[in-house]
């Protein structure tokens, strides 16, 4: 059910194998995959928080959240569903002690929930070419301005 969402929200194949991909590993949180179910009990949209890992220049490395993708299915899009959703993941977050979330997406859409762009916070990107607007963090209480690094997805998101 997840599966067809994403695919249903992106119109492609690509963000569902990500999801399936961290599914059982290392990086998978089992309370990490949250979903919107629709009054029939259908999954009408879906978060996953996954963990990640910040990679300091001495090699250190900090488990961090990570957020992605972020599914409604098209005809819900737009009601506030994926809101709740990305709301739920960070208070998942919080509670995994995770020092700050990480993503990469619309530069328009999550500062809502206070994202902000990364690089300025001495956050970088495991791809260096991820535009600067898209790339995103979101410090928690666990925060410090002493941690910075490269952030790293798990594997399966390429």
């Known amino acids: 059910m997840v599966r067809a969402v994403t695919e249903a929200a992106f119109g492609r194949v690509l963000e ?8 059982g590993t290392a990086d998978w949180l089992a309370d990490g995959s949250l979903v919107a179910l629709a009054e029939n009990r259908r999954v009408i949209g879906h978060v996953l928080l996954s963990r990640g890992r910040l990679v300091g220049s001495d090699g250190s490395a ?6 992605g993708p972020v599914s409604v299915v098209p005809e819900l899009q737009r009601r506030g569903i994926g809101g709740q959703l990305m709301h739920a993941a960070i208070s998942t977050a919080v509670a995994h002690h995770f020092p700050i979330i990480c993503l990469l997406g619309h530069p328009t859409y999550y500062p809502r929930f206070g994202f902000e762009p990364a690089r300025p916070l001495g956050i970088e990107a495991q791809d260096p070419a991820w535009p600067d607007e898209a790339w995103m963090a979101l410090r928690l209480s666990a925060w410090t301005p002493a941690l910075r690094g490269t952030a790293h997805f798990a594997p399966a998101f390429g």
């Open 16 to 23: 569902a194998d990500i999801v399936d991909g961290i599914r």
């Open 62 to 67: 900090t488990d961090i959240g990570m957020i």
